[in-house]
């Protein structure tokens, strides 16, 4: 509470990146990308939005504070490194390959009130550590003057450790292949329409709150929540059809989308109170998917 002594944001961050191209005699153009970020912020956030500070109530008949609130100590640290290798882009024929890794690591520390609930402090901090690898690929063709077709694809590799340091920390590895297939059709000089089909993941998860617990506590879990110690990854299917045009000669630019997605495995965030093993109150947040 010294560091951050009322509700609210704070926040500091540093960024770094370098970008750097080169253009062969061919045209094949080479890219390099490499970034790194550091973002350390607190937040307190008053959970239930009233003026509860201070107040007291009662609980099977035994005085319990009246307030809620979370506070949130987060350091996040993470780098990126990219080539890409380009064809010209003046060719009827394009294409595309390049590879990517990216690391992650975020540290957590919740401490939390709930009301009528004894006051609940994550003394071990909370780690996320993510390693990232894909390659990935696109060919580009116009068929002919007016109608263009591109086909792009990303294998990934997502490496998740999640949990706590020095306590239950897990791990997994998470693969996906992601498409991309677009149409373009000129229909002026001015106006074209396209369609695009697209897949999108997002890496799974793990409840570590779930390990270690006994059947009892377990039991007491599932009936209140649906969760499980591995989160699925989330997926999106989605396709969008849209015009695009220049207007008053030139001088603006219109555009018009309409797009439908099917978001599946949605990570929703829970909590279940139970009587754990010690006989002791307590909540345990944790994510099922939706």
């Not at 009130?113 to 550590?129: D, K």
């Not at 990934?156 to 998470?174: A, I, K, Y």
Request: hydrophobic content about 35%.
């Amino acid at each position: 509470t010294d560091m951050f002594p009322g509700f609210g944001l704070e926040r500091h961050a540093e960024e770094i990146s370098l970008i750097l191209d080169y253009e062969l005699d061919s045209g094949i153009a080479i890219q390099f990308i490499t970034a790194s970020h550091e973002d350390g912020y607190a937040s307190m956030n008053d959970v239930d939005r009233r003026p509860t500070a201070g107040l007291t109530g009662f609980v099977l008949f035994a005085p319990s504070s009246a307030d809620s609130y979370q506070l949130l100590v987060n350091k996040m640290e993470d780098s990126h490194h990219e080539i890409r290798i380009t064809s010209p882009s003046d060719q009827r024929f394009r294409w595309l390959i390049g590879a990517a890794k990216s690391e992650r690591k975020g540290l957590a520390t919740r401490y939390s009130q709930l009301a009528g609930y004894a006051p609940s402090a994550a003394t071990v901090p909370l780690l996320f550590e993510p390693e990232t690898t894909a390659v990935f690929g696109s060919i580009g063709y116009d068929i002919n003057d007016k109608l263009s077709l591109s086909v792009e694809g990303r294998q990934q590799d997502d490496e998740v450790c999640d949990g706590s340091v020095g306590g239950n920390v897990l791990c997994g590895t998470f693969k996906s292949f992601n498409p991309r297939i677009t149409a373009d059709y000129k229909i002026n000089e001015n106006t074209m329409l396209y369609l695009t089909y697209a897949e999108g993941t997002n890496p799974g998860q793990f409840n570590t709150g779930l390990v270690g617990r006994t059947a009892a506590e377990l039991s007491q879990i599932y009936a209140l929540i649906s969760a499980d110690v591995e989160i699925d990854e989330e997926e999106l299917e989605n396709i969008e059809v849209g015009i695009k045009t220049e207007i008053l000669g030139g001088r603006g630019q219109l555009s018009l989308a309409a797009y439908t997605g099917d978001w599946s495995n949605i990570p929703i965030a829970q909590i279940a109170c139970i009587i754990n093993v010690s006989d002791v109150a307590e909540c345990i947040q944790a994510n099922g998917s939706g």
